[in-house]
Protein backbone atom coordinates (compact mmCIF):
# COMPACT_ATOMS: atom_id res chain seq x y z
CA UNK A 1 0.00 0.00 0.00
CA UNK A 2 1.24 3.92 -0.45
CA UNK A 3 0.96 5.97 1.99
CA UNK A 4 -1.89 7.57 0.54
CA UNK A 5 -3.88 4.25 0.75
CA UNK A 6 -2.39 3.71 4.89
CA UNK A 7 -3.81 7.19 5.52
CA UNK A 8 -7.10 6.38 4.01
CA UNK A 9 -7.41 3.46 6.07
CA UNK A 10 -6.56 5.41 9.12
CA UNK A 11 -2.71 3.92 9.54
CA UNK A 12 -0.25 6.54 11.09
CA UNK A 13 2.78 5.29 9.35
CA UNK A 14 7.02 5.81 11.46
CA UNK A 15 6.71 8.60 8.27
CA UNK A 16 3.54 10.03 9.45
CA UNK A 17 5.37 10.09 13.41
CA UNK A 18 8.35 11.89 12.34
CA UNK A 19 6.67 14.61 10.41
CA UNK A 20 4.67 15.25 13.66
CA UNK A 21 7.48 15.57 16.25
CA UNK A 22 9.30 17.68 13.86
CA UNK A 23 6.33 19.81 12.95
CA UNK A 24 5.19 19.96 16.84
CA UNK A 25 1.76 18.57 15.60
CA UNK A 26 -0.22 15.60 16.33
CA UNK A 27 0.40 12.57 14.13
CA UNK A 28 -3.04 12.25 13.25
CA UNK A 29 -3.38 15.87 11.90
CA UNK A 30 -0.82 14.33 9.78
CA UNK A 31 -2.87 11.26 8.65
CA UNK A 32 -5.95 13.23 8.26
CA UNK A 33 -3.42 15.55 6.17
CA UNK A 34 -2.22 13.00 3.86
CA UNK A 35 -5.44 11.35 3.46
CA UNK A 36 -7.13 14.28 2.21
CA UNK A 37 -4.36 15.17 -0.05
CA UNK A 38 -3.43 17.84 1.58
CA UNK A 39 0.01 17.07 3.15
CA UNK A 40 2.66 15.35 1.17
CA UNK A 41 5.59 13.37 2.45
CA UNK A 42 8.27 12.21 0.38
CA UNK A 43 9.74 8.57 0.63
CA UNK A 44 11.44 6.03 -1.66
CA UNK A 45 11.86 1.90 -1.45
CA UNK A 46 15.40 2.35 -2.71
CA UNK A 47 17.20 4.81 -0.41
CA UNK A 48 16.79 6.37 3.24
CA UNK A 49 15.91 10.02 3.36
CA UNK A 50 15.90 12.54 5.58
CA UNK A 51 12.17 12.63 6.14
CA UNK A 52 9.91 16.43 5.42
CA UNK A 53 6.60 16.83 5.51
CA UNK A 54 5.37 19.57 2.84
CA UNK A 55 1.93 20.52 2.96
CA UNK A 56 -0.40 22.76 4.87
CA UNK A 57 -0.41 23.68 8.65
CA UNK A 58 3.07 22.38 7.89
CA UNK A 59 6.06 25.17 8.25
CA UNK A 60 7.14 26.41 4.80
CA UNK A 61 9.91 24.20 2.85
CA UNK A 62 12.40 24.81 0.97
CA UNK A 63 13.72 23.64 -2.57
CA UNK A 64 17.25 24.27 -4.47
CA UNK A 65 17.86 23.12 -7.65
CA UNK A 66 20.97 22.17 -9.44
CA UNK A 67 21.97 20.69 -12.17
CA UNK A 68 24.46 20.69 -15.34
CA UNK A 69 23.83 22.55 -18.21
CA UNK A 70 24.94 21.58 -22.12
CA UNK A 71 28.18 24.22 -21.61
CA UNK A 72 29.25 23.17 -18.65
CA UNK A 73 29.64 19.34 -17.42
CA UNK A 74 31.03 19.51 -13.99
CA UNK A 75 30.16 16.35 -11.80
CA UNK A 76 31.95 16.90 -8.87
CA UNK A 77 30.86 20.72 -8.73
CA UNK A 78 27.11 19.40 -8.81
CA UNK A 79 28.11 17.00 -5.89
CA UNK A 80 29.11 20.25 -3.97
CA UNK A 81 26.17 21.77 -4.59
CA UNK A 82 24.31 19.03 -3.12
CA UNK A 83 25.98 18.89 -0.09
CA UNK A 84 26.27 22.99 0.33
CA UNK A 85 22.40 22.78 0.22
CA UNK A 86 21.69 20.23 2.86
CA UNK A 87 24.19 21.77 4.70
CA UNK A 88 22.82 25.15 4.00
CA UNK A 89 19.45 23.96 5.48
CA UNK A 90 17.63 23.28 2.30
CA UNK A 91 14.80 20.80 3.00
CA UNK A 92 14.72 18.46 -0.60
CA UNK A 93 16.74 19.17 -3.34
CA UNK A 94 15.75 19.38 -7.58
CA UNK A 95 18.51 17.58 -9.82
CA UNK A 96 17.57 19.45 -13.05
CA UNK A 97 20.78 18.54 -15.58
CA UNK A 98 21.00 18.87 -19.19
CA UNK A 99 23.83 17.85 -19.67
CA UNK A 100 26.15 14.56 -19.58
CA UNK A 101 25.45 10.99 -17.89
CA UNK A 102 21.79 11.93 -16.59
CA UNK A 103 21.07 8.32 -14.67
CA UNK A 104 25.22 8.48 -13.61
CA UNK A 105 25.04 12.00 -12.52
CA UNK A 106 21.58 11.96 -10.73
CA UNK A 107 23.05 8.69 -8.98
CA UNK A 108 25.75 10.54 -7.67
CA UNK A 109 24.02 13.43 -6.49
CA UNK A 110 21.52 11.20 -4.23
CA UNK A 111 24.22 9.81 -2.63
CA UNK A 112 25.96 12.60 -1.66
CA UNK A 113 23.16 13.55 0.26
CA UNK A 114 20.36 12.42 2.23
CA UNK A 115 17.75 15.29 1.76
CA UNK A 116 14.16 13.87 -0.62
CA UNK A 117 15.87 14.68 -4.60
CA UNK A 118 13.64 15.18 -7.32
CA UNK A 119 13.60 15.11 -11.10
CA UNK A 120 12.41 16.28 -14.52
CA UNK A 121 11.82 12.92 -16.20
CA UNK A 122 11.24 14.75 -19.70
CA UNK A 123 14.54 16.62 -20.04
CA UNK A 124 16.30 13.28 -19.91
CA UNK A 125 13.60 11.53 -23.04
CA UNK A 126 14.21 14.93 -25.10
CA UNK A 127 17.89 15.97 -24.60
CA UNK A 128 19.04 11.89 -25.62
CA UNK A 129 15.74 12.46 -28.36
CA UNK A 130 18.41 14.98 -29.63
CA UNK A 131 21.13 13.26 -28.88
CA UNK A 132 20.15 10.29 -31.02
CA UNK A 133 17.91 11.73 -33.84
CA UNK A 134 18.89 15.45 -34.17
CA UNK A 135 16.05 16.87 -32.66
CA UNK A 136 13.76 17.02 -29.85
CA UNK A 137 10.83 16.60 -32.06
CA UNK A 138 11.25 12.93 -32.88
CA UNK A 139 11.30 11.67 -29.34
CA UNK A 140 9.25 8.45 -29.24
CA UNK A 141 6.78 8.11 -26.45
CA UNK A 142 8.15 4.97 -25.27
CA UNK A 143 11.31 7.21 -24.91
CA UNK A 144 9.84 9.20 -22.49
CA UNK A 145 8.35 6.55 -20.01
CA UNK A 146 11.15 4.91 -19.81
CA UNK A 147 13.01 7.69 -18.95
CA UNK A 148 10.49 8.50 -16.08
CA UNK A 149 11.19 4.59 -14.24
CA UNK A 150 14.68 4.32 -14.52
CA UNK A 151 14.59 7.87 -12.75
CA UNK A 152 12.16 6.77 -10.60
CA UNK A 153 14.33 3.43 -9.79
CA UNK A 154 17.27 5.43 -8.95
CA UNK A 155 15.48 6.48 -5.67
CA UNK A 156 13.91 10.04 -6.66
CA UNK A 157 11.57 10.67 -4.50
CA UNK A 158 9.33 13.56 -6.77
CA UNK A 159 8.79 14.43 -9.93
CA UNK A 160 8.04 17.12 -12.42
CA UNK A 161 5.39 16.02 -14.70
CA UNK A 162 4.21 18.13 -17.28
CA UNK A 163 0.48 16.90 -17.38
CA UNK A 164 -0.99 20.23 -17.65
CA UNK A 165 -0.07 21.13 -21.26
CA UNK A 166 -2.59 19.78 -23.91
CA UNK A 167 -3.83 20.71 -26.85
CA UNK A 168 -6.28 22.85 -26.07
CA UNK A 169 -3.63 24.49 -23.44
CA UNK A 170 -1.89 25.16 -26.25
CA UNK A 171 -4.74 26.77 -28.15
CA UNK A 172 -4.86 29.25 -25.29
CA UNK A 173 -1.35 29.99 -25.63
CA UNK A 174 -1.25 30.70 -29.56
CA UNK A 175 -4.80 32.56 -29.10
CA UNK A 176 -3.65 35.08 -26.38
CA UNK A 177 0.34 35.15 -26.91
CA UNK A 178 3.21 36.13 -24.16
CA UNK A 179 5.12 39.55 -23.49
CA UNK A 180 7.80 37.29 -22.34
CA UNK A 181 7.42 33.97 -24.38
CA UNK A 182 7.61 30.77 -22.96
CA UNK A 183 10.71 30.25 -20.06
CA UNK A 184 9.53 26.52 -19.02
CA UNK A 185 12.23 24.63 -20.77
CA UNK A 186 9.37 21.51 -19.99
CA UNK A 187 6.93 23.44 -21.79
CA UNK A 188 9.04 24.57 -24.71
CA UNK A 189 9.75 20.95 -25.25
CA UNK A 190 6.46 18.96 -24.69
CA UNK A 191 5.07 22.08 -26.64
CA UNK A 192 6.92 21.74 -29.67
CA UNK A 193 6.97 18.12 -29.68
CA UNK A 194 3.08 18.23 -29.80
CA UNK A 195 3.07 20.72 -32.63
CA UNK A 196 5.56 19.19 -35.12
CA UNK A 197 3.91 15.25 -34.43
CA UNK A 198 0.53 16.93 -34.56
CA UNK A 199 -0.35 14.53 -31.31
CA UNK A 200 -2.02 15.06 -27.75
CA UNK A 201 0.65 15.29 -24.75
CA UNK A 202 1.62 11.78 -24.23
CA UNK A 203 1.43 12.21 -20.06
CA UNK A 204 -1.83 13.61 -20.08
CA UNK A 205 -3.26 10.79 -23.10
CA UNK A 206 -1.52 8.24 -21.23
CA UNK A 207 -2.40 9.81 -17.55
CA UNK A 208 -3.34 6.80 -16.17
CA UNK A 209 -0.04 4.78 -17.45
CA UNK A 210 1.89 7.15 -15.28
CA UNK A 211 0.29 6.80 -12.22
CA UNK A 212 0.88 2.82 -11.91
CA UNK A 213 4.87 4.06 -12.44
CA UNK A 214 4.97 6.68 -9.72
CA UNK A 215 2.85 4.34 -7.50
CA UNK A 216 4.89 1.31 -8.24
CA UNK A 217 7.99 3.06 -7.25
CA UNK A 218 6.53 5.13 -4.27
CA UNK A 219 7.31 8.78 -6.19
CA UNK A 220 5.72 12.10 -5.32
CA UNK A 221 3.99 13.12 -8.38
CA UNK A 222 4.22 17.27 -8.96
CA UNK A 223 2.37 18.46 -11.93
CA UNK A 224 5.10 20.64 -13.72
CA UNK A 225 3.99 24.23 -14.63
CA UNK A 226 5.24 24.48 -18.00
CA UNK A 227 3.02 27.47 -19.26
CA UNK A 228 4.18 29.63 -16.31
CA UNK A 229 4.69 33.44 -16.85
CA UNK A 230 7.96 34.44 -17.81
CA UNK A 231 7.72 37.50 -16.96
CA UNK A 232 5.41 39.87 -15.19
CA UNK A 233 3.00 41.11 -17.81
CA UNK A 234 2.25 37.17 -18.66
CA UNK A 235 1.13 36.45 -14.81
CA UNK A 236 -2.51 34.85 -14.53
CA UNK A 237 -2.98 34.92 -17.94
CA UNK A 238 -5.35 32.14 -19.87
CA UNK A 239 -2.51 29.71 -20.57
CA UNK A 240 -1.55 29.89 -17.39
CA UNK A 241 -5.06 29.02 -15.96
CA UNK A 242 -5.75 26.50 -18.40
CA UNK A 243 -2.95 24.79 -17.28
CA UNK A 244 -4.17 24.80 -13.54
CA UNK A 245 -7.61 23.93 -13.98
CA UNK A 246 -5.78 20.51 -15.77
CA UNK A 247 -3.65 20.06 -13.33
CA UNK A 248 -5.92 20.66 -10.44
CA UNK A 249 -7.79 17.79 -12.42
CA UNK A 250 -5.30 15.11 -12.46
CA UNK A 251 -3.84 15.95 -9.72
CA UNK A 252 -7.34 14.69 -7.79
CA UNK A 253 -7.53 12.22 -10.16
CA UNK A 254 -3.78 10.62 -8.95
CA UNK A 255 -4.86 11.48 -4.98
CA UNK A 256 -8.17 9.37 -5.84
CA UNK A 257 -5.47 6.36 -7.17
CA UNK A 258 -3.67 6.30 -4.18
CA UNK A 259 -0.70 8.75 -5.19
CA UNK A 260 0.61 11.62 -3.78
CA UNK A 261 0.74 14.53 -5.02
CA UNK A 262 2.10 18.53 -5.34
CA UNK A 263 0.66 20.93 -7.64
CA UNK A 264 3.50 23.57 -8.82
CA UNK A 265 2.62 27.34 -9.37
CA UNK A 266 3.92 30.56 -11.25
CA UNK A 267 7.18 32.25 -11.04
CA UNK A 268 6.91 35.62 -12.34
CA UNK A 269 4.39 37.25 -10.79
CA UNK A 270 3.70 40.94 -9.63
CA UNK A 271 3.07 41.65 -5.88
CA UNK A 272 -0.96 42.39 -6.13
CA UNK A 273 -1.49 39.09 -8.17
CA UNK A 274 -0.17 36.84 -5.55
CA UNK A 275 -2.89 36.38 -2.97
CA UNK A 276 -4.95 35.91 -5.92
CA UNK A 277 -2.21 32.67 -7.72
CA UNK A 278 -2.29 31.37 -4.15
CA UNK A 279 -5.72 31.39 -3.33
CA UNK A 280 -7.15 30.42 -6.83
CA UNK A 281 -4.77 27.29 -6.59
CA UNK A 282 -5.76 26.30 -3.16
CA UNK A 283 -9.24 26.31 -4.53
CA UNK A 284 -9.02 24.75 -8.00
CA UNK A 285 -6.75 21.83 -6.23
CA UNK A 286 -8.78 20.38 -3.24
CA UNK A 287 -5.96 22.39 -1.29
CA UNK A 288 -2.83 19.83 -2.48
CA UNK A 289 0.45 21.19 -1.31
CA UNK A 290 1.31 24.32 -3.47
CA UNK A 291 5.20 24.72 -4.98
CA UNK A 292 6.02 27.87 -6.38
CA UNK A 293 9.09 29.33 -8.02
CA UNK A 294 9.44 32.44 -5.58
CA UNK A 295 6.96 33.85 -7.27
CA UNK A 296 9.69 36.84 -8.62
CA UNK A 297 7.80 39.99 -8.55
CA UNK A 298 9.66 42.03 -10.79
CA UNK A 299 11.78 41.57 -13.94
CA UNK A 300 14.42 44.30 -13.80
CA UNK A 301 16.92 43.05 -11.41
CA UNK A 302 19.37 40.48 -12.40
CA UNK A 303 22.20 39.53 -10.63
CA UNK A 304 19.83 40.34 -7.31
CA UNK A 305 17.00 38.01 -8.35
CA UNK A 306 17.33 36.02 -5.11
CA UNK A 307 15.78 38.91 -3.49
CA UNK A 308 13.58 39.64 -6.04
CA UNK A 309 12.44 36.26 -5.18
CA UNK A 310 12.25 36.18 -1.58
CA UNK A 311 9.98 39.06 -1.04
CA UNK A 312 7.31 37.22 -3.41
CA UNK A 313 8.18 34.33 -1.26
CA UNK A 314 7.61 35.79 1.64
CA UNK A 315 4.27 36.96 0.53
CA UNK A 316 3.19 33.47 -1.33
CA UNK A 317 4.20 31.93 1.70
CA UNK A 318 1.94 34.14 3.82
CA UNK A 319 -1.45 33.28 1.67
CA UNK A 320 -0.63 29.39 2.07
CA UNK A 321 1.79 28.67 -0.47
CA UNK A 322 3.74 25.47 1.41
CA UNK A 323 6.75 24.58 -1.14
CA UNK A 324 9.05 27.29 -2.41
CA UNK A 325 11.88 26.73 -4.96
CA UNK A 326 14.81 28.90 -3.82
CA UNK A 327 16.14 30.98 -6.59
CA UNK A 328 19.87 32.25 -6.87
CA UNK A 329 21.46 35.58 -7.50
CA UNK A 330 22.68 33.54 -10.82
CA UNK A 331 19.15 33.36 -12.31
CA UNK A 332 18.61 34.75 -16.03
CA UNK A 333 22.19 35.30 -16.16
CA UNK A 334 24.67 31.87 -15.43
CA UNK A 335 25.12 28.52 -13.80
CA UNK A 336 24.72 28.82 -10.32
CA UNK A 337 27.94 28.32 -8.53
CA UNK A 338 28.55 27.02 -5.00
CA UNK A 339 28.42 30.19 -3.29
CA UNK A 340 25.31 31.33 -5.34
CA UNK A 341 23.76 27.96 -4.21
CA UNK A 342 24.02 28.87 -0.26
CA UNK A 343 23.19 32.16 -0.69
CA UNK A 344 19.95 31.10 -3.01
CA UNK A 345 18.86 28.34 -0.14
CA UNK A 346 19.84 31.04 2.75
CA UNK A 347 17.68 33.99 1.09
CA UNK A 348 15.16 31.52 0.63
CA UNK A 349 14.77 30.05 4.17
CA UNK A 350 14.05 34.20 5.24
CA UNK A 351 11.62 34.28 2.82
CA UNK A 352 9.77 31.07 4.02
CA UNK A 353 10.25 32.31 7.91
CA UNK A 354 8.64 35.59 7.00
CA UNK A 355 6.09 33.38 5.73
CA UNK A 356 5.20 31.46 8.56
CA UNK A 357 5.41 34.49 10.98
CA UNK A 358 1.71 35.32 9.27
CA UNK A 359 0.51 32.09 8.31
CA UNK A 360 1.49 30.20 11.89
CA UNK A 361 2.47 33.26 14.35
CA UNK A 362 1.81 31.06 18.10
CA UNK A 363 4.92 28.99 16.52
CA UNK A 364 6.69 30.88 13.91
CA UNK A 365 7.23 34.50 15.95
CA UNK A 366 8.95 32.28 19.11
CA UNK A 367 12.06 32.27 17.14
CA UNK A 368 11.94 36.06 16.60
CA UNK A 369 10.88 36.79 20.51
CA UNK A 370 13.88 35.01 21.56
CA UNK A 371 16.43 36.73 19.75
CA UNK A 372 14.60 39.88 20.22
CA UNK A 373 15.10 39.17 23.76
CA UNK A 374 18.80 37.79 23.21
CA UNK A 375 19.46 41.46 21.50
CA UNK A 376 17.49 43.24 24.12
CA UNK A 377 20.32 41.44 26.76
CA UNK A 378 23.52 41.99 24.35
CA UNK A 379 24.00 38.22 24.53
CA UNK A 380 25.96 38.06 21.34
CA UNK A 381 26.47 33.89 21.44
CA UNK A 382 22.55 33.63 21.98
CA UNK A 383 22.40 35.70 19.20
CA UNK A 384 24.86 33.69 16.66
CA UNK A 385 22.83 30.79 17.61
CA UNK A 386 19.50 32.04 16.61
CA UNK A 387 21.08 33.75 13.97
CA UNK A 388 19.55 31.58 10.28
CA UNK A 389 23.31 31.64 9.34
CA UNK A 390 25.22 31.67 12.87
CA UNK A 391 28.42 31.81 10.64
CA UNK A 392 27.82 34.80 8.42
CA UNK A 393 26.67 36.40 11.45
CA UNK A 394 29.59 35.81 13.97
CA UNK A 395 32.09 36.36 10.87
CA UNK A 396 31.00 39.97 10.25
CA UNK A 397 31.17 40.76 13.46
CA UNK A 398 34.47 39.71 14.22
CA UNK A 399 35.77 41.27 10.74
CA UNK A 400 35.27 44.84 12.70
CA UNK A 401 35.67 44.01 16.15
CA UNK A 402 34.84 46.58 18.75
CA UNK A 403 36.78 48.57 21.58
CA UNK A 404 33.70 47.87 23.62
CA UNK A 405 33.03 43.61 23.78
CA UNK A 406 29.12 44.25 24.70
CA UNK A 407 28.60 46.13 21.52
CA UNK A 408 29.07 46.71 17.72
CA UNK A 409 30.83 49.16 15.82
CA UNK A 410 27.88 50.57 14.87
CA UNK A 411 27.39 52.39 18.13
CA UNK A 412 30.62 51.59 20.21
CA UNK A 413 29.85 52.99 23.44
CA UNK A 414 26.86 54.68 22.64
CA UNK A 415 24.57 51.38 21.59
CA UNK A 416 21.03 52.24 22.70
CA UNK A 417 20.63 48.89 24.44
CA UNK A 418 23.71 48.98 26.91
CA UNK A 419 22.78 52.51 27.93
CA UNK A 420 18.91 51.48 28.58
CA UNK A 421 20.52 48.24 30.39
CA UNK A 422 22.67 50.28 32.46
CA UNK A 423 20.02 53.27 33.06
CA UNK A 424 16.83 51.43 33.69
CA UNK A 425 14.97 47.84 33.50
CA UNK A 426 12.86 47.62 29.96
CA UNK A 427 12.80 43.59 30.60
CA UNK A 428 9.54 41.57 29.15
Known sequence: MTI??????????????????????DPEFIRRGIAAGRIVIPTSPYRQVKICGLGEGLRTKVNAS????????????????????????????MELGTGGDFLGIRKKVIDSISLSVGSV???????????KYGSIVHMTEDE?????????????NFMAIHTGINNITLDRLKAHGRYGGLCSRGGAFMSSW???????????????????????HEVVLSTGNGMRAGAVHDATD???????????????????????VIVEGPGHVPLDQIATNV???????????????GPLVTDIAPGYDHIVTAIGASVSASYGCDFLCYVTPAEHLALPNLEDVITGVKTSRIAAHVGDMIKYPERARQWDLDMGRARRELD??????????????????????PEDTDACTMCGNFCALKIVNQNYNLAK
Do not use: C
Request: no cysteine; proline share 3%; aromatic share 6%.
Open 380 to 401: WEKMYSLAIDPEHARAVRNSRA
Open 4 to 25: VEDAKKGIITEEMKIVAKDEGL
Open 66 to 93: IGVSSDIVDVNMEVQKAIAAEKAGADTL
Open 144 to 156: LFNATEAQAKLGT
Open 194 to 216: MLHNEKENPLYANFDYLVEILKE
Open 238 to 260: RAQIQELIINSEVAEKAHQQGLQ
Open 121 to 131: PLYQAFIEAAR
Open 279 to 293: KLMKEMSGHKPFYML
